[in-house]
């Protein structure tokens, strides 16, 4: 792209996006020898006293937005980096638990534009180190990093965090990451830190994970070794040695992610009271993760993309199925190198009626490559979910939506 075509500080959101999937050969590339040369010169690789970054296959987002609650509740100035958004880029950067505007997200990749000199980055490392300077500027307490892909070579790992968590570990991005379960536990293990704590909420994950652990000096705690949590009807208790919590409330997110968040809070060395955790455990939701968006019918938005996910999914739809007795209208639409098979699989016997959509974004599946049985194929999300709207019936049924960001994000953006 000619000099000429550079954005500025005060150029459009949009314009700026576009630049940035211009300037590298591919959206992903692995690798730290880049981004780690300009996160040095710009003095970003501690942007906050304390950095928690988290991984996993599954249950980042929803364990980075507890830890953001709790820590906003006791009073922390906090910074949260995610990823991918479901609407609009501005959802990836939250200061003190709100996106910020346009224009700050402008001035952020000005100066990422003018520090990376003649260095190539990806859409994915440039947005990284953006968010690393808005940190930066903002003189935060608390950031918490979401790691995009694996976590030994993602782009947030050239930060000098604090904390480590693994969230779960099940094949996914296998094309990046590999097809071997102990081969992607190093990749994510990757993200440890010598003589520092390192949660991992996968129980009995594969070796490699303790084994990294164990040649650096990281400070393992294992969920179902060094914590627990068990469930007492509507109300649960936390073990970890001195951090013994009891009667909590039940989250609205799965407890393997909340217990693992709470691990993360105890090793960090912060003041949090019991109370700052009760509340965020009793009002947290989080957009896109068994997101309830109507009563009536009954209607879930969920970002489920791969098996380990899609079966969290199924089981909660079940409990729904039960309880309210009426049918499941599932829209599906899926990114062709899942694996669409093994995620809808885990719907059998529980979906009642399927409206398969396509997705006409890159990688996108058609409809025609969704394996369910269904009277109608639609060629958007919407259009199926219009479909199961008015089919449901409003007192009984269930309507869900569910396969990817992307079809989670275009349904969204059009009902709102």
């Not at 829209?331 to 399927?354: N, P, Q, R, S, Y």
């Amino acid at each position: 792209m000619s000099e000429q075509c550079i954005p500025t500080a005060t150029s459009p959101l949009s314009t700026w996006l576009s630049y940035l999937e211009s300037i590298h050969t591919s959206a992903i590339d692995l690798g730290l020898e880049r981004v780690a040369h300009v996160a040095e010169h710009a003095q970003l690789t501690k942007p906050a006293p304390k950095i928690i970054t988290v991984a996993g296959t599954n249950g980042k987002g929803t364990t980075c937005a507890l830890l953001e609650a709790i820590l906003q509740n006791a009073g922390y100035r906090t910074g949260v980096y995610s990823s991918p958004h479901l609407v609009h880029y501005n959802e990836r950067v939250r200061i003190n638990g709100k996106p910020l505007d346009d224009a700050a997200h402008c001035q952020a990749f000005a100066a990422i534009e003018q520090a990376r000199g003649e260095t190539s980055l990806s859409f994915f490392e440039f947005g990284t180190l953006a968010a690393l300077q808005l940190f930066k500027q903002h003189e935060l307490d608390v950031v918490i990093l979401e790691v995009g892909l694996g976590g030994r070579l993602d782009a947030t790992n050239v930060v000098e965090h604090d904390v480590s968590v693994i969230t779960s570990l099940a094949l996914d991005h296998c094309d990046w990451l590999g097809d071997d379960i102990d081969q992607i536990g190093y990749e994510k293990a990757g993200i440890f830190r010598a003589g520092k704590p390192a949660i991992c909420g996968q129980p009995a994950p594969p070796p490699s994970v303790a084994a990294h652990a164990d040649a650096i000096g990281a400070d393992l705690y294992q969920i179902g070794y060094q914590y627990h949590y068990v469930q007492q009807g509507d109300t649960w208790c936390w073990h970890a040695g001195a951090f013994d919590m009891d009667a909590l409330p039940v989250p609205h997110i799965p407890m393997q992610n909340a217990a693992t968040a709470l691990m993360a809070l105890g090793v960090a060395e912060l003041n949090i009271a019991d109370t700052h955790i009760s509340e965020a455990l009793r009002t947290l939701t989080v957009p896109g993760r068994m997101q309830v968006i109507s009563s009536q019918p009954y209607t879930v938005f969920d970002v489920a993309h791969n098996p380990h996910a899609a079966q969290y999914l199924a089981d909660r739809l079940a409990t729904i199925k039960q309880d309210k007795g009426g049918n499941i209208h599932a829209v599906v639409a899926m990114l062709a190198d899942k694996d669409i098979a093994g995620t809808l699989a885990c719907f059998e016997g529980i979906v009642d009626h399927w409206y398969p959509a396509s997705l006409s974004v890159a990688r996108g599946a058609p409809a025609s490559a969704l394996s369910v049985n269904a009277e109608e194929r639609f060629d958007t999300p919407y259009h199926a979910y219009q479909a199961a709207y008015q089919a449901a019936e409003p007192e009984r049924d269930c309507v869900v939506v569910f396969g990817s960001f992307h079809t989670v994000g275009q349904v969204s953006e059009q009902i709102n």
